[in-house]
C-alpha cells in the first residue's frame, strides 16, 4: 500500500501525477467493498439458514402456528417457500436494485429501519467517538511524557479500570447516580416523552434541530445524547490513553526528538510536532478500532439508555431469525469497516508523508 | 525538563475545567430531567416493547394490545382485571341454546375518528379481514361465520359451541376499524386477503378506529405516541396524550420513581417490592395469568424413560412446587392445575400437587429403569415475568436428581426450541402458557389431542375418557357446569397428565400514587383509557 514519497521523484515523475494511484487505490476499495459485500450478503444468509428454527413459529404464536394453511401463507408471505438459491438470487437483484427487503419483526422496509436506527447510533459514536479522542489522547500524553511519576500511575489505574468495567454495569451507575440522584440527565430515549423529532435531514436530532431553528429542541436531543456516548466513551478513552502512552514511549527517546530538544524549540512544540506526530499512525490504528468497540459496546448502552440504534435493532434481529434485518446490518457493519479502514491508511499518508501511496 | 512538567499539567488543568464546566452547564441549564418526564395531561407507560405491528387485526403483541386497545373499539370488554364481558359497542347480544349463534345489537351513536358512523358492514369487515389475513390473531374466530343482517345487527356463527366465543370479542385484535378507511389504503377482508391486503402501512402511521385515542405517532423502536380523540363517543379519557415508551425494566425502576403520571410495567415482583412503601408510587403485584410447567413425552419412540408412567408419576412428587413459587417472589401462587387461578374452572388451593420424595423414589424403582437418565429442553435466552427459563431448568433438574433421575439440560434458542418442540420431539420440556382469552376452553389445549397434547404426542386415544370429558367441556355453555367440568377434568390431569403445574407468575405493575384503574388486564397489559387521576 505504501512507499517511500521520493519513490516520485526517484522515477522522475511530477508530483502533480500523486492523485491517480489515490484514485486506483479508491477503486481497488471499492472493488473490495463491493466483493466483501456480496461475501457478507452470502455468509449471513447460509448462517441464517443453518440454525435451526422457523421464523414463523414465534411470529404468529403457538396456536396459530399449529395451523400449516397459517404457516404456508406466512412461508409464502415473506417468500421463504421458495428454494434458497431463488430465495437469495432475488435477495441480490433486489439489493442491486435499492431495496433490502423488509423487516419481518417490524413489518417496514429494512431500508426504512436503517435509515432511522443508523444516524442514531451514528450520532452517539461521534460524540462518544470525539470525547474519547479529546480526552484520551492527550492524557495518553500526559502519561508518557510523565512517565513512572505520580500522575503517570493515576492515569494507568483509571485507564485500567475503564478497560475492565462491564459497559453495561457502567451504564446502570451512571443512569443512577446522574439521572435518578442528581436529575442532571434524562432517563432514557432520544428525546423527551412525546416530543415529536425534528424534521429529518441528517437524522442526527441535535444537527436536525439545529438546521431547523429549534434550538430547545437541539438542546433536548444533546441532553439525552451526554450520558450514554460518555459511558460508551469510558472504555474507548482508557484504550486511546493506554495506545498514545505507549506509541509516545516508543519515539520520545528517538535521535531526532533530542535533535529537536537540542534546537531549543519549546518542549510543547517538541512534544506536538515531533513526539505525537510520529506517535499517531499507531493512535489512529487504534480509533479505528474504537469505531469497532463503539458498534459492539452500543447494543448494552442503547438497551440500558433506551437508544433506538443499530445495535439494538441488530440483537432483536438475530433473536428472531428476521432474515432481510440481519443481511441489512451485516452490510451496513461492512460498509462502515471498510470505509474506516479506507480512512485510516489515508490518514497515515497524511500524517507521515513516508507512507504516502504510490 | 522543568518544561517537559509544566506542559501536560496545563493540559490536564484544562481537562478538568473543560469537563467541570461542560458538567455544570448541563446542571445548570438544563431543567429537572425528572420534572420533564411527563407533561401536564400526559400519561407515559413504560415498557420493553414487543411490537411488530399495531395494524388491529394482524397483531397479537402486548405493547401493540396497549396501543390498539386505546384506538379501537370492540363488542364487548373486560372492566380491570374482571373477565366479566360488558357492553361496549354492542349495546346487549344474544346467544343460542346449542352456543353456536350469537347476534350482536350495536349502539348507534358510534363514530369514528373521521366522523363515520360505525356500522355492522364495518364490523363485518373488521372480522373477515381477521380470518382472511391468517395472521397471529386469526385463530380467535376460528370456524366463525360473520353476517350483517342488518345496519346495526351482527350474527356470529361458529361451527362448533363456542361458549368462549364471548370472552374473545373483548381481544383488541377484534377491534373495529373503519371499513371506508382502511379499504380506500389497500385494505380488504376478501377471501385471500393475505395476499392482497396493502393496508398495514398505512395503519403503522394512522388510526382508523373509534376509540378514545388517535396515533399521532408510532415507532417500534422507541415510542408511541396518542393523542385524544377529540369527537370521542363515549366518556372522555382523562389524559389528552398517552406515550407509550420503551424501556428495559432496570431503567423503568428509576424512571417511574421521578417521573409523575408515569406507570412501569416490566418490573419483577422483587424490583416492586423494593419501592414498596414510598408515599408517592403505587405498588400491585399478584398471580399473573401465566403459567409456568414441564410437558413431559408419552412417545417411547422419543424417549422411554420419559414415556414410563411410572417416571411421569415419580417426576410430578418430586418437584418441589413452593421453591419454584419463591423464585417468582412475592405474589406468586402454586398451580393448582392447569387453568390459572384467575379463570372460572379453575381447582381450589386444596388440590394442588404436593412434594413426596418416598413416594417418587418408590415410582422410580418401580419402574424398572435403573439410572434414569432424561435430556430436558429449556428456551435458553427467554425471561418471562423476570423469571429466566434457564433458572427454573436447573431447579428442575436438581429436584429430580434427588430422587435419582438424571435430567441433561438442553437449551435453546426461542424459534429453534419452538421448531422441535411443535413437532413433538422433545423427551421433556420447561414450557409455559400464557391465555389468548380468558376461559377455561384456551385451556383445551392441554387435553389429550389438544395442540399442546400433540407437542407430547398425548392422542385422544391415549385417554378416552377424558378426551371425551374434554369434548363434553368444550360444548357446554351454563359456566356452572362447565367450571364443575373443568374442576373434574382438572383432578384427573393433576393424576395422570403428562403435564406438572408448577407455578403461577408474581407480576407487578408500579405506577404514580396519584393514579387510578392503573392495573394489569388479564388480555391487555394496561387500559389506558381506563386510567385517571385523583
Known sequence: ?358 | MHRTAHVPRLALAALVAVALAVVAVVASVAPAAGDKTAAEGTLVVDTSFVVQTIDPQRMFEPTSQIAVKGMYDTLVTFRGQSTTPLPWLARSWKVSKDAKTFTFTLRRDVKFSDGTPLTSADVLFSYNRVINLKGSPSFLLAGVKVSAPSKYTVVLRSSTPNPALLRIVPNPSLGIVNSKVVKANGGTDAVGADKTDKAEPYLLGHSAGSGPYVLKSYNNKTEIVLEANPGFWGPKPTFQTIVIRNLPAATQLLNVQRGTNEVALDLSAQQAATLRGKSNLKVITNASANLFNIDINTDPKISEVAANPHIQTAIRYALDYPSFVKLSGPGAVQAPGMIPTTFIGHLPPSAKIKRNLQKAKAEVRASGISNPKITMYYPAELTINGISFATLAQKTKSNLAEVGIQVDLVGKPVNSFLETYAAGKHPMSQSYWGPDYPDPNDYLVFTPGGLAANRVNWAASKDPKLAALAKKAQRTVSDTQRAALFRQIGRMMNQRAPFFPLFQPAQAIVSSGNLTNAVLGVIWPLDVRAVGTR
Open chain 1, 1 to 358: 500500500m505504501a512507499r517511500d514519497s521520493a519513490a516520485g521523484t526517484e522515477s522522475g515523475r511530477p508530483r502533480s501525477r500523486a492523485p491517480w494511484p489515490f484514485f486506483r487505490f479508491l477503486g481497488r476499495r471499492l472493488v473490495a467493498l463491493v466483493v466483501l459485500a456480496i461475501g457478507i450478503t452470502f455468509v449471513a444468509f447460509v448462517l441464517t439458514q443453518l440454525v435451526p428454527g422457523d421464523p414463523a413459529l414465534s411470529a404468529l404464536g403457538p396456536v396459530t402456528s399449529a395451523d400449516p394453511e397459517a404457516v404456508a401463507a406466512y412461508h409464502e408471505h415473506w417468500g421463504m417457500d421458495k428454494p434458497l438459491p431463488v430465495q437469495y438470487g432475488t435477495y441480490l437483484w433486489n439489493l442491486v436494485q435499492g431495496d433490502l427487503g423488509v423487516s419481518q419483526l417490524s413489518h417496514q422496509p429494512v431500508l426504512d429501519d436503517l435509515r432511522h436506527t443508523i444516524p442514531a447510533t451514528m450520532e452517539l459514536a461521534f460524540l462518544s467517538i470525539a470525547f474519547a479522542i479529546a480526552v484520551g489522547v492527550p492524557l495518553g500524553v500526559i502519561a508518557a511524557v510523565r512517565q513512572n511519576r505520580a500522575s503517570d500511575h493515576a492515569l494507568r489505574v483509571v485507564s485500567l479500570a475503564g478497560i475492565s468495567m462491564p459497559t453495561f454495569w457502567l451504564a446502570l451507575l451512571a443512569l443512577y447516580v446522574f439521572f435518578f440522584r442528581l436529575d442532571w440527565f434524562p432517563g432514557g430515549g432520544r428525546l423527551d416523552p412525546g416530543t415529536t423529532p425534528p424534521g429529518e435531514i441528517t437524522g442526527l436530532y441535535t444537527v436536525d434541530a439545529v438546521l431547523h431553528g429549534q434550538f430547545s429542541l437541539a438542546w433536548d436531543a444533546l441532553h439525552h445524547l451526554i450520558l450514554p456516548a460518555l459511558v460508551l466513551a469510558a472504555f474507548n478513552v482508557s484504550l486511546i490513553t493506554r495506545y498514545t502512552r505507549s506509541a509516545i514511549l516508543e519515539v520520545i527517546h528517538d535521535d531526532y526528538v533530542r535533535a529537536a530538544r537540542a534546537k531549543g524549540l519549546p518542549e510543547r512544540t517538541v512534544v506536538i510536532r515531533h513526539v505525537l506526530r510520529a506517535a499517531l499512525p499507531s493512535v489512529i490504528t487504534v480509533i479505528g478500532l474504537v469505531f469497532a468497540n463503539v458498534l459492539t459496546g452500543a447494543v448494552l448502552v442503547e438497551n440500558i439508555f433506551a437508544w433506538p440504534g443499530i445495535g439494538q435493532y441488530a440483537y432483536q434481529a438475530s433473536l428472531e431469525l428476521d432474515l432481510p434485518a440481519i443481511m441489512g446490518v451485516s452490510l451496513f457493519v461492512a460498509v462502515v469497516y471498510v470505509t474506516v479502514n479506507f480512512v485510516v491508511d489515508v490518514l497515515y499518508g497524511v500524517i507521515d508523508p513516508r507512507l504516502r501511496l504510490t
